[in-house]
């Protein structure tokens, strides 16, 4: 459906597995078994103020009452299952704790501002469910996730591959009255902690041993089998676009393969310079065919490696040593190596 977000399936997701089974499983069952239960979930921030029923704070923002809250949510949570995979479920985890944390004091204060500016009383109107997090996932996705023309229509305007979650989110940010206070306090906090403001990744993150528990005890539960080789389908509709997706395709196996013989080999104790063997997809997207044969029979340099991705790399559990080589095998570019060490 969205090509930005790789292969499909929610391998090495469990967390992002989680999030789409249960809040979706008790949604239904609230709305269709139990509705005499849902005032227990209904996120009012003036009973909260008033009678100090702190516990909404936590109800409230767990379980969407609204059906196409969840749906929208539900969706958009699938498709950034990516920032799970590339940085581990514990930093996904602490990203959305810390986003979940700072957007509740974020609604406190734009309630109170637009009941001060414009006089009107929303805090008993605030949409329930897992909103806010969702929201502040757009930061990351908007500064971190390449943007891919696909089509272009009407002269300027282009369809890219993230051109239909941006449209997804704008529909969620539409469902309801006062659903946009949640929608601007989620991306403020979802800038302030990946800005590292205030260190706040530090101070709101989920601890090592809390990690270690989940992942002993309810990752096996959600985890999910490694997908079998599928060719995915892009939105290009001219054979152009396909035929591009169709090379991407087979450079994305070429080093696939490539990659595992040279993992095999330096378990034997050889090495193998990945430049020789194969060059940069960057090189070859825009040449022909021919073009690309020539290429691959000349040597070129050995390419200068970014330690700052290979430091991001050795943070997601990788030795140094295949950090490098997915790098250079994947001429720097960090979601390409990234992939190539998951699926290894």
Known sequence: ????????????????????????ALSLLLALLLPHCQRFFVYDLQAVKDDFQIWRLICGRI??????????????????????????????????LGSWVLSALVDFVLVEAVWYFFGIAAAGNLPSGFLAPVFALFVPFYCSIPRI????????????????????GLQLFTSGSYIWIVAISGLASGICYNSQ????????????W?????????????????PATEARIGMGATVDIQRQQRMELLDRQLMLSQFA??????????????????PPLRQRRNINYQDGRRSEQQASPPLEVSEEQVARLMEMGFSRGDALEAL????????VATNFLLQH
């Open 328 to 335: 250079r095998a994947s001429n720097n570019d960090l979601n």
């Open 261 to 278: 013989q040279v993992r095999q080999q330096r378990q034997q104790g050889g090495m193998i310079n990945w430049n020789r063997l194969f």
């Open 1 to 24: 459906m969205f090509t930005s977000t790789g292969s499909s399936g929610l391998y090495k997701a469990p967390l992002s597995k989680g999030l789409l089974l249960v809040p979706s």
């Open 197 to 208: 403001v205030f260190r706040l990744h530090q101070v709101l993150c989920i601890p090592t």
């Open 63 to 96: 379980i969407c009452l609204d059906l196409k809250d969840t749906f929208c949510s539900s969706l958009l949570i699938y498709n950034f299952r990516i920032f799970e995979r590339r940085y581990g479920s514990r930093k996904f985890a602490s990203f959305l």
């Open 210 to 226: 809390v990690a270690k528990f989940f992942s002993w005890t309810l990752e096996p539960i959600f985890s999910s089998a490694e």
């Open 149 to 168: 023309q696909v089509a272009q229509i009407l002269g300027p305007l282009s369809i890219t591959n993230k051109t239909l979650i941006y449209i997804l």
